[in-house]
């Protein structure tokens, strides 16, 4: 008989990590842009809806991943909301209070169209390795390569922090005082490894600087190792995101 191997294969990657890193950038863009355009919250809401579904969908994107990913911008669009229902005149949402029902209108808008631009930014993210953004900006965006390795080099540096700072913490708990057991972790603490995370940064930025420097980057032309090319299948993304678009226009202004 022959063996089974239990472990599942690789998974394929999504249809959204399948499209080109420039092409979703623009689009990104393009799409925050676009929502300037939008005052009534109405459309706002179907946009949101609409790009909430297409990133669980295209991406693959867990919802509990998309919820905490959002947290960030419902906070900041309570904050819209409360500042511009409580400062701007304006009729009243009930007589005699401070709340105008343009302010809220606008508070509402404002706060959507972050919640939209956050979904997009978090598929965007979520779908798109770094290595491959960089290669594509400088294939079809013409990015300088001295610029685009040298974020590449900076997002591995920050992505490595996490570490970094769990292996300091470890470090500094071998000779910390005990606390019911426990070692203590004070705001000094905190103050110490923090500052032992920035010396081990800033000595490792150097390092990837001499590197990159010793490696002639920005000199001349370069190649490319694995181009990620621009297909059919990115010019059918921009339509239907231009499509999605276009119907939400067309239904703000039906609706007035």
């Known amino acids: 008989m022959t063996a089974v191997d239990p472990r599942p294969g690789p998974q394929a990657p999504s249809l959204l990590a399948r499209r080109n890193p420039t092409v979703k950038a623009a689009i990104l863009l393009a799409a925050s842009l676009a929502t300037l355009g939008f005052l009534d919250p109405r459309p706002l809401l179907v946009l949101w809806a609409l790009a909430v579904v297409a990133v669980l969908a295209a991406a693959r994107l867990p919802v509990r991943t998309l919820l ?50 956050g979904v997009l930014t978090i ?16 294939q079809h965006a013409r990015l300088s390569p001295r610029y685009a390795y040298s974020v590449l080099a900076g997002h591995r540096m920050l992505a490595a922090m996490p570490a970094r700072w769990a292996t300091i913490r470890a470090a500094h708990a071998v ?68 499509a ?13």
């Open 244 to 256: 999605a678009w276009a119907g939400a226009a067309v239904l703000g202004v039906r609706l007035g």
């Open 175 to 242: 000779r910390a005082p005990l606390r019911r057991g426990r070692p203590r972790f004070g705001l000094p603490d905190a103050g110490r490894a923090a500052f032992a995370l920035l010396v081990t940064s800033i000595r490792s930025a150097e390092r990837i600087a001499l590197a990159l420097e010793s490696r002639g980057l920005g000199e001349g032309p370069r190649t490319v190792w694995r181009p990620v090319p621009i297909g059919r299948a990115d010019v059918v993304l921009v339509l239907v995101v231009v």
């Open 123 to 138: 598929g965007f993210l979520a779908s798109t390795p770094p290595r491959d953004l960089m290669v594509s900006l400088v």
């Open 68 to 117: 905490l990913g959002q947290v960030p911008f419902v906070v900041f669009g309570v904050g819209l909301v409360a500042i511009n229902a409580l400062s701007r005149p304006g009729t009243p949402v009930v007589p005699g209070a401070p709340v105008s029902v343009e302010g809220l209108t606008i508070g509402v808008a404002l706060a959507l169209r972050g919640l939209v631009i």
